[in-house]
Each structure stands twice: as C-alpha cells, then as structure tokens.
C-alpha cells in the first residue's frame, strides 16, 4: 500500500511537472502567511498593502492568495504546507515566529520557493528578508532630543527581541547625538497588539515625567494617549497621524510593496537566488512619514540625516559607543556588524534599563 | 500624579466591574454564561460603529448596550428554551462574537474614534482631589457605580431580587411556587449581555477610542472570574476589579521605578502581579466555607425544564 | 404561540444518533445561504470545508496533529467535569506539562538515549499534574474557587514560559530571539506513519479516550465520579470522599493536559518558543462538552472541531473567504450541534393555542 502511495506520488509530481511548464501562460501563484489580521492597522496591514501594490504591479502575470491570523506553531506549519501543495510558486511567510515551520516545509518542497520575514535561517530556496528599521529610529532619536523640553522620552517597547533592542539603542544614539543627557525610560508592554495595555503603558509612561512617546507596539492607542495629555509622539509600522493631528511628528511606515515587487519578478525570470537581504530606507522597505509638528530648522535636520543614511554617508551604529555597564563596543569610526545588530541582546550606555540574560 | 495614576486605574477597572455585575446577575439567577468576552467584543464594535455613524458617542453607548444584549439573547434561546449545555453554548457564543465583530468592524478599523467626553458635576467637582477623580468622570463610569448599588439593592432589598435569588438557589423550588423561572432567567441574560455591551463600549468609546479586532483582550474571562472572586456579592464585584485595575497599572509603574532604581526586575513577573494578587485575595476572604457556600447559587448551570 | 419541552422518559436512541445528523443538515443549509450571500459557490464552499479536508492523505495527518491535543485534554476534562469539579485551566497545565517534559531536552541537548522520550512524557504528565494540583489544594485546603484559581493560573503559567524563552532558555546560537535550540531526534515525538507528519500524540489520544471510557463505565471509580458529581450528599453517603475526588479528578486532567503540552512541543515544535497552543486548553472544553463528557464521543468532537479548523483554512485559500467568517461558521456548527442535542433528552412542542392544548401529550 505504501508502495502504492509512493508511485502514485511520483507520478503526480512527474506529471505536475509538466503540467507546470506547459501552462507558462497560466497565472503564478505569490503567497502571503500573515500572523495577524489583514486589516489590524499594524504590522499584517503593512504587508497585506504591500501584497496589494504586488498584485496591481504585476496583475497578469501572478495571483497573490494569502492566509490571515495563522498562529505560530504547528499551525504555521500546516498552513504553509498547505500553501506550497496548492501550487504557490513563492511563499512569503511573514513572521518571525514561523521560521522553523518555514525551514521545515522548505526542505519537503524544494521547487518552492520560500522567504522568511524578520528571521534568521535560510537554505538553498529559502531567503531571509528584513527592515532596517533602526534607521527610523535613529532619525525619531534626534527628533525627540530637539523637541522634548525636559530631555526624556517614553518608550512602549513589545517584548525583548534583537529588533526591538536595536530600535531603542539606535534612538537612544540619534538622541544623544543631539544632547547627551537624553534619558530613555522603557516600558515592557509583553504584547505587540493590545490598543488597551498600550494606553496603560503610555499613560504610566506620561505620569512618570516623559514628554516625548514611541512605540514599537503596532496600535494607535499610544499616540491616542499622547494627543489627549497634549504631548508629542511618533508612530510605528504605519502613518497615524489620523490618529494624533497635531501629535505626530513622524512615523516608520513598512512598505514593502518595492520589496516584493523585486523579488517576484526574480521569480518570474528565473533569477531568484537565495539571500539573507537587509534593506533599509535607500531600497524603500521603509519610508518615513511627513515630518509634522515640529519647527522647519528641526525638520531640516530629520530630513538631512535621512538623506545621509540613504547615501551610506551615516551609519546609525557608528563608533564611538560604549555598552551600558561603560565597556567599549565600537572604536571611533567603526560601524557596527550586521551579524552583532542581528542578534543585539545587550544596551548602550544611557539607556537605565535591564535585559533579561 | 497620585490622582492620574488613579484615573488609569478608574478607567481600566470599570469595563472590568461593569461586565462582571452583568454576569453576576445571570449567575444569580443560576445561568452560567461564558459567553462574556463575546458580548463585549460585540458591544464594543457595536458601540464604535454607531458612534461613527452618528457622530454621538452617547447613541453609542446605547449601541453597545443593544448590541450585547440582542446577542446574548441567543444564549438566551438556546440555554433557556431549548435547554442545551450552558458551559458549551457559553463558548460558542464566544468564538462566533470574536468571529462576527471582526467581520463587522473591518470597515471601522484605522477610523479615529469618538470619544466618550467627562460629564463635570457642578460643584461636587469642585471638591480638592475627589472632585476630579470620582466628580469629573465620562458617563460610563457613574453608570458602573450606579449599576453597583442598584444591583446590591435588587437583589438584596427587593421582592423581584428575592425571587431571583430563590431560582439561582433551587429553581425547581422557585417553579413550585409560582415564579416564571424561565421568563426572569431570560431577562437575566439580557441583562449580563446589556452590561458586557456597555463594557465594551467604554472599551471602544472612552479606553482607546477605536476598533481593532479582539480588542476585549481576556477582558471577558478576568470579569468571570470576578465574579467567582466576589462570592456574587456586587460590593465585592467592585473591591475585586479595581484591585486587578490597580496591580495591573502598578506594574506598569513598578517596570519604571525599578528601571530607575537600577533594579533587574523581569517584567513578566510585573505582569503576573494581578493574577496573582486575584488568587491570594481570594483565598483569604474564602477561608469561611459557610458565608461561601451561602452566596454560591446552588442551581448554578443546571438545566431547567418546567414541568407542567 | 411558545415552544415547551417535554423530558423523555429515556433519552432517544433515536436522535441520539439522528440528532448530529440533523445539526449537520442545519449547518449545511446555513452555510449555503451565508456562501451564497458572500457570493461563493454554496455547493462548492461546502464541500471544500468540509470533504476536501477529509480525502487528502495529508490533510488526514493534519487532522489527526490538530485532534490530538484537543482530544487527550477533552477527555481528562470529561472526568473533571463530571465529578463537578471545573478545571478551566487545562491551558496553563498544558503549559507547564510541556515545560517540565522538555527540561531534559533543553538542559541536556546532548543526552542522546532511547529513555529521554518517555522520560519527557512521564514529567510532562507529572508537571501538569502538579500544576492542577494547586487549585485542588486552595480548593480542599482554603475553599477557594477552582474556576478563578485554575484560570488565573493560565496566564501565570504563560508568563512563566515567556520568561523561560526568553532568558535562561534561549538558545545561544539563536541571535538572542526567544527559542530554545531544536531538540534532538530522540527527543522527538516520532510519526506513526510515513505518509505525513502525524505523531503519537493521537495514539495518546486514542488509549486515553477508551481507558476513560472503560474507567467510568466499568470500575468502581467512575461509579464515584458520578455519583459525587451529581450530588456530593449521595456521594458521602456512599463513603465517598469529595475531597479526594478533588483531587484525583484534577490531577488526571492536569496530568492529560501535561501530556498534551509536551506531545504538542516535542512531536510537532520541535524546540519551545513563547506561543506553543492556539488556546487547546479552552477549545477542549468546548470538545467535551460536545462529547456529552463521553471519552469515546470526545474522539468524534475532536475530530469535527478539528476539521472545522482545516476546513475554515482551506476555505480561507480556496475561496478567498476571511478567517473571521470562518471563525463565525465554526460558532454556527457549535450553536446547531448543542441545539440539536437537545432532541435527545426533550420533546420539543410547538404550542399554538395554551389553552387548549394544557396537558401537551406527545
């Protein structure tokens, strides 16, 4: 019976192989897994609008079905299986929490190809692709420095990953290029979605003397929190300024539209080779939201640091910075290694806050 | 900022005693509905939705209140006339409000809310500290303290609460007598569905006016579990949520203050404050079985069926 | 007009077996008209949600991986319940029954022995088993409420396992994200069958089911979980102890529920992470109770829940339908099973006219 089973198999892959090249002019399929719900206004949104501006550049040519609110875990696994048994030709899947699910359905169909936002294992049809979101932070660091008047900002931060810890390092940098006194206090939320906690967090935060706010949490409710006590705030993973008017001053949008449309069309002309790919504000993954709310000098400044980052001129992790406890990481001149950024577990000096070890 | 610390407590707690009170009632009255984090969710879409239709955050209020109470209606019909499992239809109820708001409010989400403004208590407000805390408050919340006593009072101080007592303690008792069991059984839950609803619109009209899906977050399980807390007492109802409020907002702060102490403290121990706070709470004011047993409803998720 | 009741005097054989046949047929028109008002092929929306799943060797693999936990927590819940005592918080057993079994995993990656699985299995089960231990003792210690103490426990126990990941359990070839290192092969729950990725947690399932089974139908304490879950008076007259009830039914639903935990990390994880369960915990209460807290009938509403997952998700890609509308579908079936059922134990009479109609015969 097993037997049975394998040849029957072999056959079915031999003869959709065939299938496959003879309908060339048949539509391909580029598949999305997200872990949230395509309309939660935060991380899942940012990608689902990136699917969009996939699917209306290259409409003719691709279909983009995707799966919405798939839980990390044997879940993941199955909903990406399931995905690669119906034919996709490119499977994205969008999460951290599904890389080994990723890695594990990679390895079973090797003609499939595989990319893993956020993440770090990869193979021969498995790519790795991520944001360099810290250069947002670097330019909200300098921003806050100008406008807060008593030199502390709040910071909603989700849970203590490496991205996360680069985020308020690099704007705990940005600030202190501006003053050196600049003060982070952090808030360990322990969710990334909760417009509730998130409101307590942003409130603690105010009461305890911080008149500036970020977030890495993906709800309105912080800049909500921060428009009602009249304070300025910066948005996160989409534009809020809806959400505070006269509040934001900017925000780190995702845009990942220019991403995929780049790595579909490899597909498409066979070009498509495994990579471990960081990209940053120059390649468009990330865009900054209009500068609002604050004085032309201040966004002139914003606006020429971003320009330098995009030129390679300023890299965020540029010596010299020491680590919290005053021991040296980077010498005068020397920019941090992607590898180290990657797996950051550890503070710079300035911010007062204790990572678990 | 004692008293700001305070009104985050206020307004974390009063979805959390207003829907517990709700369900308190339901239980009296000897139904166990675990529908509770359902209904809220659909109350607080509902409430958003009219309130963005409209342009009134008070229709809104109303909203939500209709739009818990409609839903927990079919609770009401399938744990009351048909008599099915409460324990399961609770949890159904659940998943297909979870299921229902979501599809319901995704033209609602990214929208900027509309908030739910304080009504200021002419001269009472103006009293130093307690004016602004208990005398300047949105409508939500004198309705949470107003719905704490009038509970208190009907159930305890009124013949329609007596009765309603007798069929949560023996309701085949309560039939022989001549109550309509399942008639105020009914009314029961549309009340627990009334103030879930009404939870959730202060959780969409005045905590962070907006939607986005399942935004009760667990709200609905910890308003359960409240009321187990209370022994069905609706004073304790009010002691309980405000304790969870209040451990909930202090780790918040204690993050901070440890943060500045240069005090390694994890914060998932912070977080687990309230739950544990619940638990030892709980166990101290439990250690008499008798007052316990007393409150306990005796016909507490037991199907009724009136024999005629 | 008004709908009465009458209770049968012996529960139907009849709708016994019809009645999930009728919530079948009801679910199935209802779907139709919600997929056709979606603007989908009724017939079609159907059959992907609920024959599609079923005729793919995989997806039956699939099946059985969603059906484990679910099952073997749904049946340690059945005892608990019955016996009146209601364990909310199989989730957080679940929890730290998969915690306790991969300590020998996690802590020793090197220990490459046949004896680590079974071992794994064993403190799994004793770590769950231990952890509903708490909400047995406040209960017969302090008279505390097990419904809030279990359930404020759920989220403790959740805490605790994101502050294991993220600190002293993470891996430290793992850039410092919140993973243990992958265990090693021994220390895997292995497949039962070639042909897709099932493990043995349904074969967990399975023998917990008929040993239950078999214990409340044939032995002397499912005679006693009855009996005191009817009436704790009944029970004492008999000379039976509430208490020790207390604790054997907690312990044995802890102690499943552990064993869950630790299949579900071990057989289909492969390494612990900060989310390791889509709310089992709780969806098995729901199994339960749609198995009339009958072991074997739990293995049949395990199943169905399980495929209303698969099918919603093939739904989700095939149709383009959203999860949320699967998600309603689901609480649709829920609703039409459970009213169903109650053709079992009633009649049901349409009383058109009170009075004349006052004695109601069938």
Same mark, same amino acid.
């Given at each position: 019976?097993?037997?049975? @089973? ?34 939660? /206004? ?209 925000? @780190? ?42 004085? *032309? ?55 007062? *806050?204790?990572?678990?070890? | ?15 959390? !005693? ?23 969710? &659909? ?19 109303? /909203?939500?209140?209709?739009?818990? /109470? ?39 989400? /990214? &929208? ?6 304080? @009504? !200021? ?11 602004? $805390? ?52 009914? +009314? ?13 619109? %202060? ?24 009321? $187990? ?29 440890? %943060? ?19 638990? !030892? ?28 | ?27 199935? =028109? ?57 364990? =909310? ?58 419904? +809030? ?42 497949? =039962?069958? *070639? ?14 089911? !008929? ?18 879950? %009817? ?55 729901? $199994? ?10 739990? =293995?049949?509403?395990?199943?169905? +829940? ?12 095939? +149709? ?37 109609? %006052?004695?109601?015969?069938?």
């Amino acid at each position: 019976m097993k037997k049975l @089973i394998i040849a029957l198999a072999a056959t079915a892959a031999v003869l959709g192989g065939f299938a496959g090249s003879a309908s060339a002019q048949e539509k391909k399929k580029i598949c999305f897994i997200y872990v949230g719900s395509k309309t939660d /206004g935060g991380w899942t949104q940012a990608h689902d609008i990136g699917r969009q501006a996939l699917q209306k550049a290259l409409d003719d040519k691709i279909e983009t079905p995707f799966l919405e609110s798939v839980p990390e875990g044997p879940d993941a696994e199955r909903a990406i299986e399931r995905m690669a048994r119906s034919g996709c030709a490119l499977i994205y899947t969008t999460s951290f929490g599904f890389m080994d699910a990723t890695v594990k359905v990679a390895a079973k169909f090797p003609n499939v190809k595989f990319e893993h936002a956020t993440g770090f294992k990869s193979a021969e049809n498995l790519a790795t692709y991520n944001s360099r979101f810290y250069e947002g932070r670097y330019i909200q660091g300098q921003i806050a420095a100008k406008m807060s008047k008593k030199g502390v900002a709040g910071y909603i931060a989700s849970f203590p990953i490496p991205e996360v810890v680069m985020g308020i390092n690099a704007f705990e940098l940005g600030a202190k290029s501006v003053n050196p006194n600049f003060k982070l206090k952090v808030v360990w939320a322990n969710t990334w979605f909760d417009p509730g906690k998130e409101a307590d967090a942003a409130k603690a935060l105010i009461d305890q003397g911080v008149d500036i706010l970020t977030q890495h949490t993906d709800t309105t409710a912080p800049m909500q929190v921060a428009a009602e006590r009249g304070i300025l705030a910066f948005g996160q993973a989409s534009d809020m300024i809806a959400a505070g008017p006269k509040t934001q001053l900017t925000a @780190i949008v995702d845009t990942w539209g220019a991403y995929y449309i780049k790595r579909t069309k490899a597909v498409l002309d066979g070009s498509w080779k495994s990579e471990q790919i960081w990209d940053g504000l120059k390649d468009g993954i990330l865009t900054m939201a209009p500068y609002t709310n604050m004085p *032309d000098d201040v966004k002139a400044m914003a606006e020429e640091t971003e320009a330098k980052i995009k030129s390679g001129e300023l890299h965020p992790f540029t010596g010299p910075i020491n680590k919290q406890d005053g021991s040296e990481w980077l010498k005068a001149g020397e920019k941090a290694e992607d590898g180290v950024l990657l797996g950051m577990n550890f503070y710079i000096e300035g911010v007062d *806050d204790k990572l678990p070890k | 900022m004692f008293e700001a610390i305070l009104l985050t407590v206020i307004t974390a707690s009063t979805p959390l !005693v207003i829907a517990a009170l709700g369900e308190l009632v339901t239980e009296r009255s000897g139904v166990l509905n675990l529908g509770v984090e359902g209904m809220m969710i &659909m109350g607080a879409v509902a409430a958003f939705a009219t309130a963005q239709l409209t342009g009134s955050a008070y229709l809104g209020i109303l /909203g939500g209140i209709i739009g818990g /109470g409609i839903f927990s209606l079919l609770f009401g019909f399938l744990t009351l006339t048909l008599v099915a499992n409460q324990v399961a239809t609770g949890l159904a109820l659940t998943i297909l409000g979870l299921g229902l708001s979501g599809q319901l409010g995704e033209a609602f989400v /990214g &929208m900027p809310g509309v908030r739910l403004q304080p @009504i !200021v208590i002419p001269l009472l407000s103006d009293i130093p500290f307690f004016g602004r $805390v208990l005398f300047s408050q949105d409508l939500i919340f004198y309705m949470s303290v107003a719905l704490v006593f009038g509970i208190s009072w009907f159930l305890f101080k009124s013949r329609a609460g007596l009765k309603m007592r007798a069929i949560g303690d023996s309701h085949g008792s309560a039939h022989t007598l001549g109550i309509n069991v399942v008639r105020t059984r009914y +009314l029961a839950v549309l009340f627990g569905g009334a103030c879930a609803g009404l939870a959730g619109a %202060q959780l969409s009209l005045v905590y962070t006016p907006q939607w986005v899906e399942n935004m009760t977050a667990g709200r609905g399980w910890i308003a359960l579990a409240l009321v $187990v807390f209370a022994s069905w007492r609706p004073l304790r109802v009010l002691a309980g949520g405000y304790l969870f409020g209040a451990v909930g907002i202090g780790q918040l702060h204690a993050q901070l203050l440890a %943060q500045s102490g240069g005090i390694a403290i994890p914060s998932q121990l912070l977080s687990a404050l309230p739950y544990v706070a619940t638990i !030892v709470v709980l166990i101290i004011i439990s250690h008499n079985r008798r007052t316990t047993l007393i409150n306990t409803p005796a016909s507490l998720g037991k199907p009724f069926v009136p024999d005629r | 007009m008004r709908i009465e009741l009458q209770k049968r005097a012996n529960t139907s054989m009849l709708f016994s077996v019809l009645s999930p046949l009728l919530a079948l047929a009801l679910t199935l =028109i209802a779907g139709a008209i919600m997929f056709g008002l979606l603007g989908k092929s009724p017939l079609n929306s159907l059959y992907i949600y609920f024959v599609e799943p079923l005729l793919d060797v995989w997806s039956l693999h699939e099946l059985a991986i969603k059906a484990a936990p679910l099952i073997l927590i749904a049946v340690g819940l059945s005892v608990c319940f019955r016996s009146n005592n209601w364990n =909310i918080g199989a989730e957080g057993q679940f929890t730290i029954g998969a915690i306790t079994g991969s300590i020998l995993p996690v802590l020793n990656p090197e220990w490459h022995s046949p004896l680590i699985l079974p071992l794994m299995l064993i403190m799994g089960m004793i770590g769950g088993a231990l952890y509903a231990g708490i909400p047995a003792l406040l209960k017969t210690r302090f008279n505390t409420n097990e419904i +809030l103490t279990s359930l404020m426990l759920v989220y403790i126990a959740q805490l605790f396992l994101d502050w294991l990941v993220r600190g002293p359990w993470r891996d430290p070839q793992g850039y410092n994200f919140p993973q243990t290192k992958s265990f090693q092969s021994e220390a895997v729950l292995p497949e =039962i069958l *070639d042909s897709g990725r099932a493990h043995l947690g349904i074969v967990f399932a399975l023998i917990a089911a !008929v040993a239950l089974w078999f214990m409340m139908r044939f032995m002397l304490k499912g005679f006693q979980v009855s009996v005191l879950g %009817q009436s704790e008076r009944a029970g004492r007259f008999a000379g039976f102890s509430a208490k020790k009830m207390v604790w054997f039914s907690m312990l044995l639903s802890g102690a499943l529920a552990g064993l869950a935990g630790i299949s579900e990390v071990s057989g289909s994880i492969g390494h612990v992470q900060p989310v390791i369960s889509p709310g089992y915990g709780f969806t098995a209460i729901i $199994v339960a109770f749609l198995g009339r807290l009958n072991p074997l009938g739990i =293995i049949a509403s395990g199943f169905v +829940l399980a495929l209303t997952y698969l099918g919603g998700e093939a739904a989700q890609l095939s +149709l383009g339908i959203s999860d949320k509308v699967s998600r309603v579908f689901q609480g649709l079936i829920l609703f039409f099973v459970l009213s169903c059922d109650t053709l079992i134990h009633y009649r049901i009479r349409l009383i058109v006219n009170p009075s004349a109609t %006052q004695e109601g015969k069938s």
